[in-house]
């Protein structure tokens, strides 16, 4: 290894740092995934209508969005640790704000302080682990953080269900609040301040301004159209400023010293395919258990109890976690293109199943969908996330790694808002035409599982844009990064730190990965 001896190459992340990013990486995950089993208590409660709470989701995703890459950037400035802590207490007063609310309102602003400080946890917990750690130390650093953030992911709709029926839905956010807060104490004690010096000191706020001006409006429209009317001037004026924050966007960036996005990336043809890859899984994956959610706990659908729509997900989650050794050696035996359009297939054709659903349709009918739209997304976001790191320089991994992370955020967001605005529409349009509450609910589950699998369809098409790039022999990280890969993407090489001072970087920067670089497209 470039005349580096592997002792010296190989380092592993100190207990400390191990536990204080894994533990807060689970507890963000499993956090965002449990609010969607919540929103029927939390409704009942605080007599807020579940249409208003979805902006406990959308904009959890919306200010995560924005914040993910900005987060990063500011703990290279001022530090990776001391920005980790703010985003743990952050993430704190945002548990704690929730807990105590008593309206829609509160819950919401809550949940979108949550957004930023999740997005900042997860960002810089990754940073402080790849600083503690160089080669193959490293690998298994971020293979452990990978894994937990996929355990907390798969459980926490069942833990959130759980926590309803014996604590109030409030118990979640306590428990949350208290694991956090001990993580601070953890990290003062343990994990050394890095930054990069080299880095510019300007931080692309006018970039992450822009990112929620265009998204923001975005959604609202999707979420109000229906109400407002599609070609209302409301609606227009909402699509206009976000077509305005997008054209900003873009105009900031190329002049920015340090931008958001580096605009230069995008003309990586198989980096742009895999983000929208990316995209249509996260939007995908987040629809459908935010409609599942809510029509198993429908008291004129099965009328469920949160603990039993918690373990009515299971299957989904399950599925996910069983199929994930078999990503990668199914993307080196077929080409990643082609397990990512096999992958959009299944969910395509398991979505269309959903289409068909009726108010006669027991429990059991939902499994075998649920099932395969999670091993479809599964198989398509693997590959994916994989080669949004790997075609791209070494150099410019943390880049890539950004772009498809805050990609994540904008496709729940939307696709959520979509999904819950059909669902919401047709609903009312059968309720009015004197249907009965559960064939209402189903039809409108089943214009928008039609949403899904066209976002599934379009999927397939992606593949063209997916080159090829090398795949490695899988390991452990390439499990731990596929299975995390519905939550965050993590690379599956070594990846230097540019400009800091610790031993690790200097090792990492002396000997960077192997060149990943894609080959011929075909």
């Known amino acids: 290894m470039a005349g580096v001896s592997p002792t010296t190459v190989d380092r592993a992340a100190g207990t400390g740092v191990l536990l204080a990013a894994c533990v807060s990486a689970l507890v963000v995950n499993a956090n965002t995934s449990a609010v969607t089993i919540l929103l029927p208590a939390i409704s009942a409660d605080t007599g807020a209508p579940l249409s208003t709470l979805q902006w406990a989701v959308t904009g959890y995703m919306l200010v995560g969005a924005a914040v993910i890459v900005t987060a990063g950037a500011l703990g290279d400035v001022l530090g990776r640790r001391r920005v980790f802590i703010a985003g743990l207490l952050l993430f704190v007063a945002s548990c704690v704000l929730i807990a105590l609310s008593t309206g829609g309102a509160g819950v919401i602003a809550g949940r979108m302080i949550q957004g930023a400080a999740g997005s900042t946890i997860l960002a810089c917990g990754m940073s402080l682990l790849s600083v503690a750690a160089s080669g193959a130390g490293q690998m298994r650093a971020i293979t452990l953080w990978g894994a937990a953030s996929a355990i907390g992911a798969a459980v926490g709709p069942l833990v959130g269900g759980v926590l309803v029926d014996a604590t109030g839905w409030q118990g979640l956010f306590w428990i949350d609040a208290a694991i956090a807060a001990a993580c601070v104490p953890l990290t003062l004690a343990t994990v050394e301040e890095s930054r990069d010096p080299d880095r510019p000191r300007s931080i692309d706020v006018l970039g992450t301004v822009l990112v929620a001006v265009a998204l923001v409006p975005l959604v609202l429209a999707l979420s109000k159209g229906s109400d407002w009317g599609w070609i209302s001037v409301p609606t227009l004026s909402c699509l206009a400023i976000a077509v305005l924050g997008g054209v900003g966007f873009v105009a900031v960036e190329r002049r920015a010293s340090a931008p958001l996005v580096d605009l230069r990336l995008l003309r990586n043809r198989v980096l742009i395919g895999s983000t929208i890859a990316i995209l249509i899984v996260a939007g995908a994956i987040n629809a459908l258990m935010y409609l599942l959610s809510l029509y198993f706990q429908d008291p004129a659908a099965f009328g469920m109890s949160a603990l039993e729509a918690g373990l009515a997900t299971l299957p989904a989650a399950a599925a996910m976690i069983a199929v994930t050794p078999l990503i990668t050696p199914l993307a080196l035996r077929i080409g990643s293109r082609r397990a990512v359009g096999l992958g959009f297939a299944l969910a395509a054709v398991a979505a269309a199943a959903l289409v068909f659903v009726t108010a006669s349709w027991t429990y059991a ?153 894609p080959g011929s497209v075909g």
Not at 434 to 444: F, I, K, Q, Y
């Open 365 to 517: 009918g939902f499994v075998l969908p649920l099932i395969g739209i999670a091993v479809g997304l599964g198989f398509a976001n693997g590959p994916a996330s994989s080669a949004s790191t790997a075609a791209v320089s070494p150099d410019e991994v943390g880049q890539a790694s950004g772009i498809s992370n805050m990609a994540r955020y904008v496709g729940g967001s939307l696709a959520v808002a979509a999904a819950a605005t059909i669902s919401t529409a047709v609903t009312d349009t059968h309720l009015a035409a004197g249907d009965s509450p559960a064939d209402a609910l189903a039809a409108g589950l089943s214009r928008a599982s039609l949403l899904l699998a066209i976002m599934s369809a379009l999927g397939v098409a992606l593949a063209v844009l997916m080159g090829r790039y090398r795949v490695d022999k899988p390991g452990a990280v390439h499990r731990s990064a596929a299975a995390a890969g519905i939550s965050h993407t993590i690379p599956t090489q070594p990846v230097p730190v540019s400009g800091t001072r610790t031993h690790a970087s200097r090792v990492a920067e002396a000997d960077p990965p192997p060149d990943t670089t």
